[in-house]
């Protein structure tokens, strides 16, 4: 089930609620689906928002919905408050609590334990996006987990303000595309302590949530920082967010690396579980996110586009595929190829 507002309607989507009137009156029925007649009346009635069928096939566009909305509206005011709260206003922060519900709010509603990335994350890499990207990704694994919504919202917290020392490094730094020097490098580290001073000092969120703050770098192997904390005695939100924090950053386009693929990153995620990573958190990252979908079009290393048939569980970047051809004609469906069993090729783009 999706929310949406009633402007985003498009004929073709099923209702997974029906839609009553402010008086109460049964306007249309669960399970219909919407024809654009329909979708004009309901200009004039106040319905703000309406219940869609996740499961049915819509264009793309339309399926960003609600959760695009709602992290819109989340980047808007986090940017706002994000400068504003290291400048010590408190009262910006009861507005970043609000947006955290919100997006708990979006991910609790949904019943689909798997949820396709492309969909929760964005491709721009500014801090604020990157934080809202690690926030909802936290959440969502946390849920997958199995944490409770007390806890969800600590982790939301702490994701949203996880980077939050950087407003404390030097700009030129975190924008340099050279190598950095060792003194630059150990600028950039101190992120992880002035964060976790600055909301401590502010009297901000909890130490569950702080601790994201502070120790989202360490790693499992102890070769982190800031303290070179190992296993458990890192907090398991950090260990959540480290996970995410890496996905989102490494599948994003920076300003010294182009974005790694989907599938670079995933094959990042496991081959470093139980080093840098929580093996059975990762785990739990990859079941919980649908990374090829059935029906995306990819393309592969040898320059082949193909659509993904059969999502595999067990070799997430490996998927059943049919090659596809475009010709004067139409798109001509080719052979069937299971990557698992394919070498010498791989997914390197996934078209959204
Ligand atoms: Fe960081
Ligand atoms: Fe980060």
């Not at 309607?9 to 009156?25: C, H, N, S, V, Y």
């Not at 101190?190 to 001073?197: A, F, L, Q």
């Not at 890192?234 to 959540?240: G, K, L, V, W, Y």
């Not at 139409?330 to 996934?350: C, P, S, Y």
Request: charged share 30%.
């Amino acid at each position: 089930m999706l929310r949406i507002r009633k402007e985003s309607l498009k004929p073709g989507m099923r209702l997974a609620k029906p839609i009553f009137t402010e008086e109460d009156q049964l306007l249309i029925h669960k399970g219909e689906v919407l024809k654009g007649p329909f979708i004009d009346r309901m200009k004039n009635y106040e319905v703000k928002e309406v219940y869609i069928d996740w499961h049915h096939k819509y264009p793309l566009e339309i399926m960003e919905g609600i959760i695009q909305d709602t992290r819109n509206q989340v980047k808007e005011q986090f940017k706002k408050s994000f400068h504003r709260l290291a400048e010590k206003e408190n009262t910006e922060f009861k507005k970043i609590e609000n947006l955290v519900e919100e997006i708990l709010s979006e991910i609790l509603d949904n019943k689909k334990l798997l949820i396709d990335l492309t969909e929760v994350r964005s491709t721009d890499n500014y801090t604020f996006e990157h934080s809202v990207n690690v926030c909802i990704l936290a959440m969502i694994l946390g849920k997958a987990i199995g944490y409770s919504k007390k806890n969800l919202r600590k982790i939301g917290l702490g994701a949203l303000l996880h980077d939050i020392g950087k407003v404390g490094v030097d700009e030129e730094i975190l924008k340099k595309s050279q190598r950095l020097t060792d003194g630059e490098y150990g600028e950039i580290k101190r992120h992880t302590t002035k964060g976790y001073e600055l909301v401590k000092s502010l009297d901000l969120l909890c130490e569950d949530s702080r601790r994201i703050i502070r120790d989202h770098h360490e790693w499992v192997n102890g070769k982190g920082y800031p303290k070179g904390l190992r296993g458990k005695e890192i907090h398991p939100f950090a260990r959540i967010v480290a996970i995410c924090d890496q996905f989102d950053a490494l599948s994003t386009d920076r300003v010294y690396r182009k974005a790694w693929s989907f599938s670079d990153v995933v094959e990042y995620l496991i081959a470093y579980q139980g080093e840098i990573f929580d093996s059975n958190f990762v785990q739990a990252f990859l079941q919980s996110f649908e990374i090829y979908l059935e029906g995306r079009l990819i393309e592969l290393s040898s320059g082949k586009s193909a659509v993904v048939r059969k999502f595999n569980r067990s070799f997430h970047t490996r998927p059943m595929i049919q090659i596809i051809q475009k010709e004067a004609k139409g798109i001509i469906e080719r052979e069937f190829l299971d990557l698992t069993k394919i070498h010498n090729e791989k997914i390197i783009k996934v078209y959204h």
